[in-house]
């Protein structure tokens, strides 16, 4: 059973940086794809970043990209989000996803999720 861990949330001032980390486990060989979504309070759960299992694909959503970065390192398989420049609206639980397909923009396409891991976002 795949188990994924967030760490590194916690209150970010505007225009700070901060770095989201997610831990999985897994069965020995097995490379998942990952991504990270968040999720606003009254809002539904969206899409912020997916890379695949080499780490030479990344997607981004559009309100993000140039400040988030995505990667990953397989030895530790952990996935990391590089949050720069961040906004009063980045604030919400971001959670980390694995699915065993290809990056997709949509929830329902990850088997595994984290528990979320908060960051609010101080003026």
């Known amino acids: 059973q795949v188990q994924l861990v967030e760490s590194g949330g916690g209150v970010v001032k505007d225009g700070n940086s901060l770095t989201l980390s997610c831990t999985e486990s897994?069965?020995?060989?097995?490379?998942?794809?990952m991504a990270w979504f968040r999720q606003a309070p009254g809002k539904d759960r969206e899409f912020v970043a997916g890379?695949?299992?080499?780490?030479?694909?990344?997607e981004y959503e559009y309100s993000i990209k140039g400040r988030f970065t995505i990667s990953r390192d397989k030895g530790k398989n952990a996935v990391y989000l590089q949050m720069n420049m961040v906004r009063p609206g980045d604030a919400s639980v971001y959670y980390c996803?694995?699915?065993?397909?290809?990056?997709?923009?949509?929830?329902?396409?990850?088997?595994?999720w984290g528990q979320g891991t908060q960051v609010p976002v101080s003026s």
């Open positions: 890379i695949n299992r080499s780490g030479g694909t990344r």
């Open positions: 897994r069965r020995a060989g097995r490379i998942l794809v």
């Open positions: 996803a694995a699915s065993a397909g290809i990056v997709s923009r949509d929830r329902g396409k990850y088997e595994f």
